[in-house]
């Protein structure tokens, strides 16, 4: 565990506010744009989303999907994961018993809602790269949700990098190897950390373990709510 409760003082001097949602542009920003902390390749912006553009994003995000809502997905196998899901952008992730897959529309026949700016500004922040994400997938921690490890191989060229946000209850993220067992490391992503996954990080396993139910005020209901921004093709 590299990482527990404590506060982050010098993570929230550097990077809150780095970013202004509402304007989709970069602005007050103290330092670098460069993670505070990194851990077998996976670079964490501690702190990167300051409250009130997190309380925006989740706004944004809650009307953006009223006709495309989470789903909790089943695997190849017939399994429910306890996760639920939906998706952004011109493809979304999605497995039911036909596989693991993207898609250009919802279960329910919709197209997946765009990405909007103020979540590309951060993929334009963070990734290092011109190209945009085709996908921003959503997916919704409640109590007792887990994530079991897994490398995301779904997309045709890993030297994209992936990107994800935290929102909503703190969650224990685990970070391993490119191939399955092995030590791990792990840390608690909170609401606001950003997660850039490039390089050798980008086929590592990863999963969450759990979270802390009712640790943040961000979400009416409690939990988490992870983005993951991806190119898929
Ligand atoms: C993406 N999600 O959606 S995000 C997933 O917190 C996933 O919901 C976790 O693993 C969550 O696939 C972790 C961090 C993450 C780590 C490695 C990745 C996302 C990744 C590698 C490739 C693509
Ligand atoms: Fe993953």
């Known amino acids: 565990m590299l990482q527990g409760g404590g506060p982050r003082e010098s993570a929230e001097m550097t990077?809150?506010?780095?970013?202004?949602?509402?304007?989709?542009?970069?602005?007050?920003?103290?330092?670098?744009?460069?993670?505070?902390?990194?851990?077998?390749?996976?670079?964490?912006?501690?702190?990167?989303?300051?409250?009130?553009?997190?309380?925006?994003?989740?706004?944004?995000?809650?009307?953006?999907?009223?006709?495309?809502?989470?789903?909790?997905?089943?695997?190849?196998?017939?399994?429910?994961?306890?996760?639920?899901?939906?998706?952004?952008?011109?493809?979304?992730?999605?497995?039911?018993?036909?596989?693991?897959?993207y898609e250009a529309q919802h279960p329910n026949g919709l197209d997946w809602p765009a990405i909007p700016d103020s979540i590309l500004s951060i993929w334009r922040a963070v990734s290092g790269v011109d190209?945009?994400?085709?996908?921003?997938?959503?997916n919704y921690y409640a109590e007792a949700t887990r994530m079991g490890m897994h490398q995301d191989k779904d997309e045709a060229n890993f030297d994209w990098p992936a990107v994800s946000v935290s929102l909503g209850d703190e969650a224990l993220f685990r970070m391993g190897n490119d191939t399955r067992g092995g030590k791990t490391?792990?840390?608690?992503?909170?609401?606001?950390?950003?997660?850039?996954?490039?390089?050798?990080?980008?086929?590592?396993?990863?999963?969450?373990?759990?979270?802390?139910f009712g640790s943040s005020p961000l979400l009416a209901k409690g939990g988490r709510l992870n983005l993951t921004l991806r190119v898929v093709d």
């Open 15 to 101: 990077h809150k506010m780095s970013i202004s949602l509402e304007r989709g542009i970069c602005c007050g920003f103290y330092g670098a744009m460069t993670p505070n902390l990194t851990i077998r390749g996976f670079e964490i912006y501690e702190g990167f989303l300051a409250s009130g553009d997190q309380q925006t994003l989740v706004e944004e995000l809650r009307a953006l999907t009223a006709a495309t809502p989470m789903v909790q997905p089943v695997t190849p196998s017939g399994k429910k994961m306890s996760v639920r899901m939906t998706s952004l952008g011109s493809k979304g992730w999605i497995t039911d018993r036909s596989g693991y897959r």
């Open 131 to 138: 190209r945009l994400p085709d996908c921003c997938l959503m």
């Open 185 to 212: 490391d792990s840390i608690w992503l909170r609401s606001g950390d950003v997660v850039v996954m490039g390089g050798s990080a980008r086929l590592a396993y990863h999963g969450i373990d759990r979270i802390k």
